[in-house]
């Protein structure tokens, strides 16, 4: 008993001591906001809600090790159910997602697809207080300067009025809207497509649709061209041709040579386009040459394993199935 309570005791002291630390920690972290230009009105009324989110710092601190094969995240991020969700939404917004897909140069069916991987078509958004999540991310110092902007970035979002303080929520890392967007991105690319005053990612989908596409469009998507192909080896390839470094873009003819065919065993198109090999399991696993659309949505995230799952899922869209 006297353990368990010495336990409780230093738990409470522990937690008390890590709230005054935020606090001394939170002040300095508003002191930078002001000299960058946030307003007194908008930090005296956002102040007294920030809050040291523990949950968040642990949430950073315990991400997801365990090792997972490219198959088993297609089939948790492009099951058949999200395929007939994102064909339903493209019928629904038919008219919306055409205009903007001619505007921006960037099909309909990547715009959707990166909605559905990001949000599930706007259902998930996250419920954690943008500005405490940063704040708390930033206290917790691993990648202080990144979260420092972010924080900077979130609150001039408040002072340029697009969402209300009260509504300002997204995931654990501050992820927002049906695009999830980082804060910094969001001022970066966020359209107001119905011109409205606001750029609502979090309710409008002229915005949510136009504000994906002008990300990659102003990343260079490339509307001439798709995302890439599932290929085969035919011969062992050197593994220093492999990955996503401009030093390894090859032209098809190339990659021809190399004993490289289409998936079907077909050889692969006569075009004049630059492209990688990756292989995210080796050579055991799935293997594709990208095009340069590919590594523009990598700019998005840097995940090779996300960039195929969008990429799958447009594809799935465009057949239909």
Not at 23 to 52: C, F, H, M, N, W
Not at 168 to 192: C, E, I, K, R
């Amino acid at each position: 008993m006297r353990f368990l309570l010495f336990v409780f005791l230093l738990l409470c002291c522990s937690s008390g001591f890590a709230d005054e630390t935020f606090e001394r920690y939170l002040d300095g972290l508003i002191l930078e906001a002001s000299e960058a230009g946030i307003s007194q009105v908008i930090i005296d009324k956002v102040r007294p809600t920030i809050k040291y989110r523990p949950s968040v710092v642990k949430a950073d601190k315990n991400q997801p090790e365990k090792k997972i094969t490219l198959d088993t995240y297609l089939a948790t991020r492009v099951p058949d159910w999200k395929v007939s969700q994102a064909l339903e939404k493209m019928q629904v917004h038919h008219e919306l997602l055409t205009k903007i897909s001619s505007e921006y140069g960037v099909p309909a069916r990547f715009i959707v697809a990166l909605w559905g991987n990001e949000s599930n078509f706007g259902r998930i958004q996250g419920k954690h207080p943008v500005v405490s999540s940063l704040a708390s991310l930033a206290f917790e110092g691993r990648r202080e300067a990144l979260f420092k902007r972010q924080f900077i970035a979130a609150l001039t979002i408040l002072q340029q009025g697009h969402v209300s303080a009260d509504k300002f929520l997204g995931s654990w890392a501050g992820a927002m809207g049906q695009s999830q967007f980082m804060p910094a991105t969001f001022l970066d690319f966020a359209v107001d497509y119905d011109q409205d005053g606001k750029k609502d990612i979090w309710n409008t989908p002229a915005d949510v649709f136009a504000s994906i596409a002008n990300f990659l469009a102003r990343h260079g998507w490339d509307g001439d061209y798709t995302w890439g192909r599932q290929v085969k080896l035919t011969q062992p390839i050197s593994s220093k041709d492999v990955g996503l470094k401009q030093t390894q873009a090859k032209p098809l003819s190339v990659w021809s040579n190399y004993g490289i065919t289409r998936f079907n065993g077909e050889a692969l198109p006569n075009a004049a386009i630059d492209s990688w090999l990756i292989m995210p399991d080796g050579t055991e696993g799935r293997i594709y040459l990208v095009y340069n659309n590919f590594q523009t949505l990598m700019r998005w995230n840097r995940s090779s394993y996300f960039g195929i799952s969008v990429s799958y899922l447009a594809e799935r869209i465009k057949k239909g199935v």
